[in-house]
């Protein structure tokens, strides 16, 4: 048991620092590229909203669900393109994949890049076949940050925004997910399960991605890293979740919350079962 238990902390500790360099990385770069999102949405293709918010969902952490959530709230992108962009996003838990299986991720990344865009064009038809009205054009809902100092940056980005308010949670979502695998393997014959049970995990990596905060998706990577569930599954569950991108808006629209997380659940079960189904 205290063989695993310090197995398990090594790997977290691991884990967390590839977490907090890449986090970091990719904060500087959204900060310093503030505000060319805007224009080049304002371009003449209508299918460009989709290409942009699915690519911008694609990017590791919370940027890219909470940036489309506000050009949604702008009236810049349409529901399908936000709930598109929500099947690219997979939040915290892209860089915890990178860390953990970055071959696998980076395919996977580019997957839920075009799935965002299919299932973006796909639910806007649907939208307008129903005639179902949906929240366009409320008030800003995120002020983009502006500065750019070495203070503000490393106070603001770093201390405030990724060590007090993510990386914790990540540590200990990572620690919890080993240790709650690595266990069921040691004592149960989880593999034997999974191995007759394999379509159930499918419906419960769905299951999973409803939660709209980071973390528990964790336990379906580590699943997956650990070979007891299939590339399906973790798609499945990649599809449906998104991070805690979609938290600005359930304070905005819980409506719109619902229905995005209603469309992207049967999405991810569809792709789902027919990969699964063709023993991927």
């Known amino acids: 048991m205290l063989d695993i238990l ?15 360099l890449m986090m970091i990385f990719i904060d ?6 503030n505000g060319k999102i805007k224009s080049f949405l304002e371009g003449k293709s209508r299918y460009r909203q989709y290409f ?5 969902g694609v990017i590791p952490g919370c ?3 909470i940036t489309n959530v506000s050009l949604y709230m702008h009236g ?8 598109g962009s929500m099947i690219a996003v997979s939040g915290d838990e892209a860089y915890v994949m990178l860390a953990m299986i970055p071959d696998t991720a980076l395919i996977l990344f580019i997957i839920l890049f075009f799935l965002g865009i299919v299932g973006g064009i796909v639910i806007d038809k649907f939208m307008k076949k129903i005639n179902m009205n ?5 008030e800003s809902l995120v002020v983009h940050d502006t500065e750019r100092s070495l203070k503000h940056f490393l106070f603001e980005h770093i201390w405030e925004h990724i060590l007090k308010k993510h990386i914790w949670k990540i540590f200990l979502w990572t620690f919890a ?10 004592y149960f014959d989880i593999q034997a399960f999974s191995s007759k049970y394999k379509l159930a995990f499918l419906f419960i990596g769905a299951l999973v991605g409803l939660i709209p905060v980071s973390g528990p998706h964790i336990f379906i990577v580590q699943l997956y890293a650990t070979g007891v569930v299939p590339f399906s599954v973790l798609l499945t569950s990649s599809i449906v979740q998104d991070g805690h991108g979609m938290l600005p808006l359930l304070s905005y629209s819980l409506k719109d919350s619902i229905l995005i997380k209603s469309f992207n659940f049967v999405f991810g079960i569809v792709v789902g079962l027919i990969l699964f189904s063709l023993g991927i």
């Open 6 to 20: 310090l197995k398990v902390l090594k790997e977290t500790f691991e884990i967390t620092l590839i977490v907090v």
């Open 28 to 33: 500087l770069i959204n900060t310093w590229t």
């Open 52 to 56: 942009v918010s699915s690519l911008i």
């Open 63 to 65: 940027f890219g669900g």
């Open 76 to 83: 810049l992108i349409s529901f399908g393109a936000l709930a």
């Open 134 to 138: 949906v929240c366009i054009n409320c």
């Open 177 to 186: 997910a080993l240790l709650i695998v690595d266990l069921s393997l040691e």
